[in-house]
């Protein structure tokens, strides 16, 4: 099989000892930065009440109003 250019150029960087890519790259050692954790029961209820804040249809009763809007026109003559 052959050699991908990638590979080659690491070898070669090796061969001349300058620094490698890999040793570049930051060594977590299996550590995830971002963990996560499971939320706790307030934040679980202030994430749904701030997710529904601004639905209405909780707080009505059925009920609906209609609005008719009337236009005037000057008329300019």
Do not use: V
């Not at 050699?3 to 299996?30: C, E, I, T, V």
């Amino acid at each position: 099989m052959s050699m991908s250019k990638a590979k080659k150029a690491r070898q070669k960087l090796a061969q001349q000892g300058r620094m490698m890519p890999d040793a570049l790259r930051g060594s977590w050692q299996g550590i995830n930065p971002a963990g996560r954790r499971t939320p706790t029961l307030q934040e679980k209820q202030a994430k749904l009440n701030k997710k529904h804040r601004r639905n209405h249809a909780s707080y009505s009763d059925g009920s609906f109003f209609m609005y008719k809007r009337l236009q005037r026109r000057c008329e300019a003559g």
